[in-house]
């Protein structure tokens, strides 16, 4: 599957997964997102089911195994290169999430994997989804 120049837009799943005060948040290692801190997540395979892919995206990503809660959006992640040439298009489908067992490690597509406090967030060099979605989930009043 070509990811960068896509011919047609590419489904991606993630999980904004929470426990108490804490949310978890990887390090990405491959771009778009290179470097940033996100939620844990990827794209969703042919003839899997977004649940299903989201589960797998979040086992493959952090060892966690995760209850899913609700919906929180569904965006458009479209990146253009300097000719104005679309370099990147995602459809991503976010869910709030919870775990109750499974020990964090970084795994594939991810540098780092971390618990973090929700105070914290803004220490990190994050993507904008991120903040956006803690607003969606009522973890956070506002995107600084």
Do not use: F
């Not at 609700?70 to 976010?94: E, F, P, S, T």
């Not at 994997?113 to 607003?135: C, F, G, H, S, Y």
Request: glycine share 8%.
């Amino acid at each position: 599957m070509q990811r960068k120049y896509p011919v047609c837009p590419l489904i991606g799943v993630g999980a904004l997964i929470h426990r108490g005060d804490k949310i978890v948040v990887v390090k990405r290692e491959n771009e778009p997102a290179k470097g940033l801190w996100s939620i844990p997540g990827g794209l969703l395979e042919l003839g899997e089911r977004v649940y299903d892919g989201v589960k797998r995206e979040v086992m493959e990503e952090t060892g966690l195994d995760v209850e899913i809660d609700r919906l929180l959006d569904v965006i458009d992640n479209i990146v253009y290169d300097d000719d104005g040439k679309i370099c990147y298009h995602y459809v991503l489908i976010d869910y709030l999430c919870s775990s109750s067992h499974g020990d964090l490690t970084a795994a594939t597509d991810v540098t780092e994997a971390q618990w973090i406090k929700l105070e914290d967030v803004n220490r990190l060099p994050t993507t904008k989804t991120l903040k956006r979605l803690l607003v969606k989930a009522n973890l956070r009043e506002e995107i600084t």
